[in-house]
């Protein structure tokens, strides 16, 4: 990956609605250039895919909770994905030290969803036991602007 590929990144996470002749006036390439750019990159593995980012409160989740999860014996972190991929309410996973296998945060529209989300992640990943928290305010969070 050089510097234009970079770029052509860079310009892609900020605005994934680009056109290719967009992108191409901003990093100083042709369209057709950038495009043969994102073809290859995607080939490679470097750019995974695209996808529309959905504000949870658009849909009414504003119920946010963090879950420690520790499974019923070893879980692979690519299986652990591949469950929890397919549950839209977790909208965050990582692998951790310690006791739990993973730590989640999921978001959904009151408790009784939260619950039900829950429900879905122990039968899924056929966990051993759960530890969560639920948020009851955001004072800091530098991913998200504003906040």
């Known amino acids: ?4 590929d970079e770029k052509v990144l860079r310009h ?8 290719f002749a967009q992108v191409g006036d901003a990093v100083g390439l042709s369209a057709s250039a950038v495009k043969r750019r994102v073809d290859r990159l995607v080939e490679s593995g470097a750019l995974r895919g695209f996808t529309a980012v959905v504000d949870p409160a658009a849909l009414g989740w504003r119920t946010e909770a963090y879950v420690e999860v ?12 591949r469950r929890l991929v397919e549950i839209p309410e977790v909208v965050e996973a990582v692998t951790v030290t310690g006791r739990a296998d993973a730590l989640l945060r999921l978001l959904a529209a009151d408790v009784q969803h939260l619950e039900r ?12 036991a759960t ?3 639920i948020v009851l305010s955001r004072l800091l969070d530098r991913a998200r602007p504003g906040t």
């Not at 520790?70 to 994905?81: F, I, K, N, S, T």
């Not at 989300?117 to 051993?128: I, K, Q, Y």
């Open 1 to 4: 990956m050089d510097e234009l």
């Open 12 to 19: 892609l996470v900020r605005d994934g609605r680009a056109t």
């Open 70 to 81: 520790r499974c019923d014996g070893p879980v692979a972190p690519a299986e652990l994905r």
């Open 117 to 128: 989300a829950l429900e879905r992640v122990r039968d899924e990943l056929d966990v051993a």
């Open 131 to 133: 530890e969560s928290v």
